[in-house]
């Protein structure tokens, strides 16, 4: 069997546990629950959702994964960012980033970074070091990327999905990975 055949078996052996996780079941930090509680699964519509989706319609980039970049950036009130995309989805996550933060400007030295799966590991980590959020777009657990990411890291939460993943590296949290639905 291919390796990208296994990968989407097991992506959908664990989905049940994805889905159950995205309302916060079976997490026990206080923490964490609110993040996937008050971001990652916001069932509420924001005044920008039509402005992200149009944006989202010439991208590569899905309308939902526009939508949620919006909401973390709203959630850290990140004012420098950063990022490794290609050129196509960059306009539409700029878009949602510049929208949750309207004097957010692009930074050598971020708080926040968005990245592709083969973008930017080392520098995300440093982001990280200093505390700050980093998304993962197009990985999977088995990814260079998010496992560099992870093994750098002696802080801070990582939000898996099947094909994306959000890093926060706030000292205060301890080192744990949860598998939600993204």
Known sequence: MRRGAVRRIKSMLGAPRR????HGYGIHSPWAFDFVRRVISQPCRYYCYPVLNSAAAGSHVSARLVRLIFRVALFSRAREYKLCVDHASSTAIDRAILEAVPDAR???TPAMMVIDREGCADEALGCLRRG???ILLGTSRLDATQ???WNGMERG???CGSDNAIVTGLRHLPHQRFNVWI
Do not use: T
């Not at 889905?19 to 995205?22: D, E, K, L, S, Y």
């Open 19 to 22: 889905a159950a996780r995205v």
């Open 106 to 108: 692009p930074s050598e």
């Open 132 to 134: 700050g959020m980093v």
């Open 147 to 149: 496992q560099a990411l």
């Open 157 to 159: 939460m990582m939000f």
